[in-house]
T-cell receptor, first 114, second 112 residues
Framework: QKEVEQNSGPLSVPEGAIASLNCTYSDRVSQSFFWYRQYSGKSPELIMSIYSNGDKEDGRFTAQLNKASQYVSLLIRDSQPSDSATYLCAVNGALTGGGNKLTFGTGTQLKVEL | NAGVTQTPKFQVLKTGQSMTLQCAQDMNHNSMYWYRQDPGMGLRLIYYSASEGTTDKGEVPNGYNVSRLNKREFSLRLESAAPSQTSVYFC???????????FGPGTRLTVT
């Protein structure tokens, strides 16, 4: 079982619709969860972080966390063509030497169609 | 405020050649990381430095070495490049445990 799992997609949604991206993780002690957006040929860009169960909203983005089910999701409202990218789920785990290890899923490709 | 910068952006090496990838951050972060990204494999941690003066191996350290030159700079060295090291390399930094990481623009390396 992969540590962080995402559906690779592509997930296609029409412009203006809600895109729902899902992620499950295996390490029950993880405390921090992140969503990154990566455009083709570019580096990952942080768009959301969430640390507590429930929802966290930032503009058109809402992150949802359910630690009991080991599940993180990202909702994108009013999807725009510029949202077309690969979305990476990352789960935090402590490193023995200090710092934090992010374990990444392989990403879900989102396509927003006109 | 440039964030995380990396040089070079692109590099082509022949098998057996060596090179150093440079990374610098201006956010005063304690921790720095090197990842590689390969199709279908996601981002994998090569080495990290939790704080100035310390470095540790990540998931895929074989064939690489690192140096934390100071708080700002963290370099990755390939001593004898192999085709299996063809990848995109990202440097990242963070403010410590439980915190988000910020990525540099990446280096596309091809080893022939």
């Amino acid at each position: 079982q992969k540590e962080v799992e995402q559906n690779s997609g592509p997930l296609s949604v029409p412009e203006g619709a809600i895109a729902s991206l899902n992620c499950t993780y295996s390490d029950r002690v993880s405390q921090s969860f992140f969503w990154y957006r990566q455009y083709s040929g570019k580096s990952p860009e942080l768009i959301m972080s969430i640390y507590s169960n429930g929802d966290k909203e930032d503009g058109r983005f809402t992150a949802q966390l359910n630690k009991a089910s080991q599940y993180v999701s990202l909702l994108i409202r009013d999807s725009q063509p510029s949202d077309s990218a690969t979305y990476l789920c990352a789960v935090n785990g402590a490193l023995t030497g200090g710092g934090n290890k992010l374990t990444f899923g392989t990403g879900t490709q989102l396509k927003v169609e006109l | 405020n440039a964030g995380v910068t990396q040089t070079p952006k692109f590099q082509v090496l022949k098998t057996g050649q060596s090179m150093t990838l440079q990374c610098a951050q201006d956010m005063n972060h304690n921790s720095m990381y090197w990842y590689r990204q390969d199709p279908g494999m996601g981002l994998r941690l090569i080495y990290y430095s939790a704080s100035e003066g310390t470095t540790d191996k990540g998931e895929v350290p074989n064939g690489y070495n690192v140096s934390r030159l100071n708080k700002r700079e963290f370099s990755l060295r390939l001593e004898s490049a192999a085709p299996s090291q063809t990848s995109v390399y990202f440097c990242a930094s963070s403010d410590g445990r439980e915190r988000e990481q910020y990525f540099g623009p990446g280096t596309r390396l091809t080893v022939t």
